[in-house]
């Protein structure tokens, strides 16, 4: 298809006052990124494809979401809503710079595929002057029923009109429509609003078609493929749909799972080689995880990039930013953010690493906290490479620890410690004379203490 120009137009201007939320209805996240989000990564990209989004006067978020997400995109205003033709004829300027096929689809439809809009178009470039999706519906009662002949479309008769034969047909609309780009303004500008609600429905295109002798037919797909979300339990349901493809996508490319169906994905995960997910383990967006990485139980993670080898939880918390080097390793109730840990650095339990720079093999010990927040701003904590923490210390960003240095448990650093210092607040169990001596053993031996 990739010969054939297209515009594909998304509608996305409804409030979605069903889901009772202020939040448009198109922004409510699903697998780690909006409902609409799922939709633009799915329509036509590339040379020859140009995509617009209709959207709702007062729906700025709608517009940035789009800009973030296919910055090629051009958003029109729909301020009246007068049904779904009204809608697509908000984008009639996109429309008149022409295109061999446009496809027409709602935001609301996250589950659709690119390979969907593939074979909705694939009719058009024989003749067709329109393809409809359909889906052969379990139970089709609300839905618009799909009237064939042979292999053409006659109409689609919504369910209020319709005869009780004709409401005993399951093949039901998905609302997703191709036109023949060259014929398709005019069809959708002959469509009348005589109906009892005085609005301009798309559907009426098919009885346009038939009427100038042009044909129309029907492209099959699955009822999931094309659920629309109205409600919050609809949600949840398309949320199931999508992470039963994820997990099956992943356990395909030769990811471990112990348990797939307690473990939750994003849409944008990505896997290296020889992965390993425990039981109960939750992937926001924006993470990536390196071969032969394990992620154990009950850990969450947030854009965050995993290395080669590494090992996170459980009970842990990567939160954005986070980056693990090969081999390093985040144990059980560490928070992490906007921290880079480089090669075989061991955090392994009780800490919170925030705004810190840690260098290669350094051993952060259980109880510390990079004290990175004093109510006005965020400070930087750089610890380098091989340095030793002890348990219970409070790093005073900013702050720096050099390479090969040594901090006491219980120590408030406040100040530089040079490389291979000693740093070490008074206690009353552990004098500093105590502390040194044990330091210069560690150095006289040229071994890093174990453990945290």
Known sequence: MTARSSLTIVLAAGEGTRMQSSMPKVLHPMAGQSLLAHVLEAAPRGAGAALAVVIGANHRGVAEEVKRVRPDATTFIQRERLGT??????????????????????GDTPLISAV?????????????????????????????RLLVEGDRLVAIREEADATPAERAVKLSNAGVMAFGGPKALQIIEKIGNANRKREYYLTDAVEIVRQQGLEAVVIETSEDEVRGINTKAQLAE?????????RKAALEAGVTMIAPETVFLAADTTFGNDVTIEPFVVIGPGVSIGDGAVIHSFSHLVQASIGRQASVGP?????????????????????????????GVKVNHLSYIGDTHIGAGANIGAGTITCNYDGFGKYKTTIGAGAFVGSNSSLVAPVKIGSGAYIGSGSVITREVPDDALAVERSQQTTREGWAKRFREMKRRDKKPKGG
Do not use: C, I, W
């Open 315 to 343: 009970y842990a918390r990567l939160r954005p930013g986070t980056s693990l080097g090969e081999g390093a390793k985040v144990g059980n109730f560490v928070e992490t953010k906007a921290a880079t840990l480089e090669a």
């Open 85 to 106: 033709a009204h809608a697509v004829l908000a984008a009639r300027e996109a429309m008149a710079r022409g295109a061999d096929d446009l496809l027409v689809v709602f």
């Open 116 to 144: 969907t809009f593939e074979r909705l178009r694939a009719p058009l470039k024989n003749g067709a002057a329109l393809a409809v999706l359909g889906f052969r519906a379990a139970d089709p009662t609300g839905y618009g």
């Open 238 to 246: 398309a949320e199931q749909v999508m992470q039963a493809r994820l």
